[in-house]
DNA sequence: CTCAGTGCAAAGTCTTTGCACTCGT
DNA sequence: ACGAGTGCAAAGACTTTGCACTGAG
């Protein structure tokens, strides 16, 4: 928590209460959220709270590569904050939208192959993974 | 050309004059267009062709598995159609757009341990490399 | 004290929907 | 002929922006 203030800080940008609630509101969370959820909780503690600053707390703050934004079907995009700095990604339930941390991924080698073949400088990758997680096989939810 | 449109018929929809010229721009495009650069394509050859339609078409497209949904950073959805039936991905230029077909992934074992070690029933993933392309390397791109 | 950051409301985007009409089958 | 598919325009969702005010540094 501290490390990611002295980053904003670092950037020189300021910490507001609002950007601690977003920030408090996203660690807390075990799933993704949407903007309008992340609205929704932070305005739990400071009601005043626009959802304009939260787009522009949630920009900023993936900016800074504190949080991820997720690409998932439906409701396009969901923050999450960043746990853990080594390179990861998620394992996403479809059903509950539980989200579950997935250690390195091996693409290193396949990555080095496609930039010789084609030229590129490949700077990063999506990846996600999609599923259903134990509860959800059983049909609890089934949507 | 003629597989897509019996794929079509087999799902009891009709093969429209609008539908075909979205399959046509989506064949010739070698970039990923957005719903709007469709719209304005299709038009080229369908002055009436409404946006609702492409939209319509797009989402039938993709539901049957004829054309890709990508996300990409700025204008987040985009389509291409699938030119390869088996398993691929691609790697997109963040300068211009452009996208090369990567075969393979190496995933299968990587998917199957998450899949063992978190209890989820994992039936796909999304993985998208980002990267430069040559041209764009030498500043010719820089957005 | 200063200016980045905020809240609000208005303006943009992008996407979907309702409805009468058209046209593939 | 029948009903899926279409075009249009309006509605809806989501996101950004302008502007005066507030408060972090």
Do not use: W
Not at 20 to 49: M, N, R, W
Not at 57 to 62: E, K
Not at 104 to 129: M, P, V, W, Y
């Amino acid at each position: 928590m501290t490390t990611i203030q002295s980053r904003i800080r670092q950037n020189k940008y300021k910490i507001t209460p609002q950007r601690q609630a977003v920030l408090k509101v996203l660690s807390a969370a075990i799933q993704p959220l949407s903007p309008a959820e992340v609205h929704k909780l932070v305005q739990a503690d400071k009601p005043a709270t626009g959802m304009a600053t939260v787009y522009r707390s949630l920009q900023l703050l993936a900016e800074l590569g504190l949080i991820c934004e997720l690409h998932t079907a439906g409701n396009c995009h969901r923050y999450l904050l960043k746990r853990i700095d080594s390179h990861h990604h998620h394992l996403i339930c479809s059903g509950c939208g539980q989200v579950v941390h997935v250690e390195g991924c091996g693409l290193k080698e396949i990555t080095e192959n496609l930039s010789r073949q084609t030229g590129f400088a490949i700077d990063t990758h999506l990846l996600e993974f999609i599923g259903r997680c134990r509860n959800c096989q059983k049909g609890i939810g089934k949507v």
